[in-house]
């Protein structure tokens, strides 16, 4: 399933949605409170329960996993993770704090740890007698980096775009790729650069500061902005992706090529054209032409009429 909110207006609120903790492999145990506030009229029950979770798609989906997989036991956390109880009640306006801890045991191995703390809300009847009947599961999520041993690293797979002949790309969809063994932040700028090398548009890669998780890819979509109001040249445009990663400041480079040759631009050149040349060959008629156009003042003649008899 995939992570809710961690709001909802007038229901339950779990804080916060995301916790990040890094742990060197001689630290002890590392803990948080997880704060749960009611927001409704009633009482309400929440079951608390640690999970793990990966990557559901492309898109960054959060997959919650109901039993262990060949990722979620090299990256897993909810093993690691431990909760000072497993079921809370609210009152109606009641917050509560729960104590979440970390557990760093040698088998923690150094890398990214992903884990999830989901609280199931149970309907439970209300001191008025009415039954508040609320389904919702709540997410709150859990990164740990455990140091010692993490390699981070960024790869971009592929680079697509909107653009053809026609008119320019006003989007590009990149899919990163993390080879490494912990979660990463993708950066950078993307640029269309005209055949003259002047870039004509840019976008900002990651602007949400989405995550790729290890060993997963993730598609980001990047909305590209005119930079000028330059005429638009014919030819061979390039597209030019820096990117890198949260912890470096080095830049990686790769460069696509498309054509372009904005058809409707130059079909309203080409009509112009015509347009002023035939203009020009008005103005340059010889005088026999313009003679020839122009009409006859003499008067025409009047033809007599012969009568003819007849016996």
Do not use: C
Request: glycine share 8%.
């Amino acid at each position: 399933m995939a992570a809710t909110n961690r709001n909802t207006p007038g229901g339950i609120s779990l804080e916060p949605f995301l916790k990040q903790i890094s742990i060197a492999p001689t630290d002890v145990d590392q803990t948080f409170e997880l704060k749960l506030t009611n927001r409704t009229t009633g009482l309400q029950e929440l079951d608390l329960k640690t999970q793990d979770f990966g990557s559901l798609n492309d898109t960054g989906g959060i997959l919650l996993e109901g039993s262990p997989t060949s990722y979620t036991e090299k990256y897993g956390l909810a093993s690691w993770l431990s909760l000072e109880t497993d079921t809370v009640v609210l009152q109606p306006g009641e917050t509560r704090s729960v104590e979440v801890t970390v557990n760093n045991r040698p088998d923690l191995r150094p890398g990214g740890h992903y884990g999830a703390i989901a609280a199931t809300v149970n309907s439970l009847t209300d001191q008025s007698g009415n039954r508040v009947v609320i389904n919702q599961e709540l997410l709150s999520l859990v990164f740990v980096d455990k140091t010692g041993g993490e390699h981070y690293d960024l790869k971009l797979n592929s680079a697509e775009n909107n653009g053809n002949w026609f008119h320019y790309p006003t989007t590009v969809k990149l899919r990163f790729q993390n080879p490494g063994n912990v979660h990463v932040i993708p950066r950078g700028l993307v640029k269309l650069k005209s055949p003259s090398g002047t870039v004509v548009a840019q976008g900002i890669i990651n602007s949400e500061s989405a995550y790729v998780l290890p060993e997963t890819f993730r598609e980001i979509y990047v909305p590209l902005t005119k930079t000028g109001s330059a005429l638009p040249l014919p030819g061979l445009y390039s597209l030019e992706v820096d990117y890198r990663y949260d912890q470096i400041s080095r830049y990686a480079v790769k460069t696509y090529h498309l054509r372009f040759i904005d058809l409707g631009l130059y079909l309203i050149i080409i009509v112009l054209i015509g347009l002023g040349f035939v203009a020009w060959k008005r103005k340059r008629k010889t005088p026999t032409e313009k003679l020839a156009e122009k009409p006859s003042k003499k008067p025409a003649k009047k033809v007599a009429k012969k009568s003819i008899k007849t016996d």
